[in-house]
């Protein structure tokens, strides 16, 4: 069976965890500290980060985008049949979140009010340009192209999951002002890949990250009325 090297909270993992999923692939899952490396990780490990890929014959695959194209090309594609040009265009849309991962990572991150919205400005270009693309096709959902899961789903979700993580925590919506994508994001909740594709104690994992004391996520106590993407609705903790 594969074993995927993992960090709980690294988005890059959890592209690769999700895919599995989505495949029904099976695979284990080996946890490691990123502050104190194990030497059998440095050894197999070229640059020292996660994920790595053990494959069934113990070689060592590194770097999510080739994890990720060499699990389509040894299992069943998740969308049969593509052409190369479609695969191309795929892979654009796939690089466009995966470019971003850490930039949303640093965004969640922001100690105060103005860094946030300054960095959340700057991300929601791309979730703008995505809802572009999905006015543009009419989009009918619940995924990305359509009726059809595809690797581009698998990009974006981890970006999609953790903005939802956060709305549900503060009424802070990454998303807001692009409801295509909104919509997109549930599709892919509703899947349950996003939830099973990381560790049970996910999400309190990643909150004591991104919403502890030293962020300005963390310190809503009230409902943040002052901050513009908040949805009153749902925004007290
Ligand atoms: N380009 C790499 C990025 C992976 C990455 O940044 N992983 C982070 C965790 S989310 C890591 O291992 N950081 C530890 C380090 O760089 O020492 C990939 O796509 O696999």
Not at 7 to 19: D, N
Not at 72 to 84: H, M, N, Q, W
Not at 92 to 120: G, H, I, P, V
Not at 213 to 232: A, H, M, V, W
Request: aromatic residues 10%; hydrophobic residues 40%.
């Amino acid at each position: 069976m594969m074993k995927i090297v993992s960090f709980k909270i690294c988005p890059f993992v959890q592209r690769v965890t999700a895919l599995l999923e989505a495949k029904n692939v099976p695979y284990e899952v080996v946890y490691i500290s990123l502050s104190n490396k194990p030497k059998w990780f440095l050894d197999i490990s070229p640059h020292g980060q996660v994920p790595l890929l053990l494959t069934q014959s113990g070689t060592a695959l590194f770097e999510s985008d080739a994890i990720v194209e060499y699990i389509d090309e040894v299992s069943e594609p998740i969308e049969p049949g593509i052409s190369a040009e479609q695969k191309a265009i795929d892979r654009a849309w796939s690089y466009m979140a995966t470019k971003n991962y850490l930039y949303q990572c640093s965004t969640m991150r922001s100690a105060d009010k103005a860094s946030l919205e300054q960095r959340a400005e700057k991300l929601s270009k791309i979730f703008a340009k995505a809802e572009t693309a999905l006015t543009q096709q009419a989009h009918q959902g619940p995924y990305f192209k359509g009726g059809m899961l595809s690797n581009v789903d698998i990009a974006w979700l981890p970006l999609l999951h953790r903005a939802h993580i956060i709305f549900k925590h503060t009424g802070y919506n990454l998303l807001a002002g692009n409801p295509k994508v909104i919509l997109w994001q549930q599709g892919i909740m509703q899947t349950s890949i996003p939830q099973k594709s990381v560790s049970a104690d996910f999400e309190n994992a990643f909150s004591s990250f991104y919403l502890s004391k030293d962020t300005y996520l963390g310190n809503f106590e009230d409902c943040p009325s002052n901050i513009d993407r908040c949805n009153q609705s749902q925004c007290c903790k």
